[in-house]
């Protein structure tokens, strides 16, 4: 919300200044809320609820709101099943949720949610499978296809992007395709943080910083040792690297500790990392020491998309991108309910403002319509995330379900 309010004044100025101004969004893909993410801000356009905000946004024939109604990247048959699954869902499943049914359908216009495909063709499958407790049956259902796929000439390995709610769905389904011969890549994978060259270059930038680190100076010798190189020639030219620029240290600690042609697609992107961040900052170790830290989780080589492999990616990572062919597998998870703040209302003996809590539907309490509000809004996160999920494929969707127990209700 701050930063939504920082934006709209210079949205504002613009506009007084003749301007135009383009915001582009779909609430249907808002799937960080746990971020602190609120998509009614996006879909109560161009109202803004803001003390700060006037009211220049709502005069009449500022705004106009256009949707895109045509799809240019998906072929027919995917982009019709999205359009009679989710319009199936929200009748059935979710007519009660009227957040759901504003961001999907809009004010009683049906054709809201539909989209029309400019490219013909397409293949969707859903599998179910019994489980029995062991997920390998779809794991085994996604092998057959993946092979079907590169064995017939069709496509190759990284054609495929298969996506899962979370990390360890996404091991198990590495572990299983890995040891059937399948090339498998993550993102993750490919983070720098992952490479021990790397993280020796900032363990030793560390023990430059602070000569007292003995933590840091521990984890060089460990990963040089790791590596097969020896440290001995370290402390006489500890001296040199600190009379060197922040990058002409990196590149020197490279040659001296005789690691150049180890891990090079990681140390080619850190030096290139390096160079970038002295071209915008100062040339002050600490303060790259702290940016990195900040920033490790994002910085990755581009090796994840040259290789021939399946890609294995979070939902989460995948909003954005798009693949041919998108496998997404569905288990019978059930999902705790998140404890959510609340507000305490005075005189009910509680000397406190705000409460941690976890009610459940079972019970009733001060806070069922507190409860209840979260409900509803976890459902739009549930139908949000699977929504993305299923929006990623060009050519082809291949969804693998989990089989419902026989007394669950259809």
């Known amino acids: 919300r701050m930063q939504w309010e920082n934006l709209v004044p210079l949205v504002e100025n613009g506009i ?3 301007h135009t101004s383009l915001v582009v969004g779909d609430g249907k893909q808002a799937i960080y809320r746990f971020r602190q993410g609120d998509v009614e801000q996006f879909i109560n356009l161009p109202h803004v609820d803001s003390p700060l905000h006037g009211r220049l946004l709502e005069s009449p024939g500022i705004a106009r709101a256009d949707r895109l109604e045509r799809n240019f990247r998906t072929a027919r048959t995917v982009v ?3 359009n009679g699954f989710f319009q199936w869902a929200l009748q059935t499943r979710f007519a009660d949720n009227a957040e759901m049914q504003h961001i999907y359908i809009g004010s009683g216009a049906e054709a809201d949610l539909r989209q029309e495909a400019v490219r013909e063709g397409g293949r969707v499958q859903i599998a179910f499978r019994d489980l029995d407790g062991e997920p390998d049956a779809l794991w085994q259902a996604m092998l057959g296809d993946i092979r079907n796929l590169v064995d017939g000439g069709s496509h190759r390995y990284r054609d495929i992007l298969l996506l899962a709610r979370d990390r360890n769905t996404l091991a198990a389904i590495s572990q299983y395709l890995t040891a059937q011969g399948v090339p498998v890549v993550s993102n993750e994978s490919f983070l720098l943080s992952h490479s021990r060259v790397v993280m020796l270059l900032v363990n030793l930038l560390r023990y430059l910083l602070d000569g007292t680190d003995e933590v840091s100076a521990l984890r060089v010798v460990q990963y040089l040792q790791a590596l097969g190189k020896s ?5 006489s030219q500890l001296s040199i690297l600190n009379s060197l620029s922040l990058y002409d240290c990196c590149e020197e600690a490279l040659r ?3 690691l150049d042609g180890i891990e090079t697609a990681y140390t080619a992107t850190f030096l290139s990392v390096v160079a970038r961040y002295t071209q915008t900052h100062r040339q002050d170790l600490a303060e790259f020491l702290q940016w990195f830290d900040e920033q490790k989780d994002r910085l990755s080589t581009s090796t994840a998309s040259d290789l021939d492999a399946v890609r294995l990616m979070t939902i989460h990572k995948a909003k954005g991108l798009e693949a041919p062919v998108v496998m997404y597998p569905i288990l019978n998870r ?3 309910a998140d404890p959510l703040w609340v507000h305490v209302p005075e005189g009910q003996g509680i000397p406190l403002p705000a409460g ?4 459940g539907k079972e019970e009733h309490t001060l806070f069922d319509e507190e409860y209840a509000t979260e409900q509803f809004k976890s459902q739009l996160d549930r139908i949000n995330v699977l929504y993305v999920a299923l929006t990623r494929p060009k050519e082809q969707l291949l969804v693998y379900c989990q089989q419902p127990p026989a007394s669950a209700t259809t």
């Open 334 to 336: 059930r999902e705790p």
């Open 80 to 82: 019709e099943f999205n």
């Open 356 to 359: 941690w809590v976890r009610p």
């Open 256 to 258: 001296m500790l005789d």
């Open 16 to 18: 007084a200044a003749g």
């Open 231 to 235: 440290g001995s020639i370290l402390n």
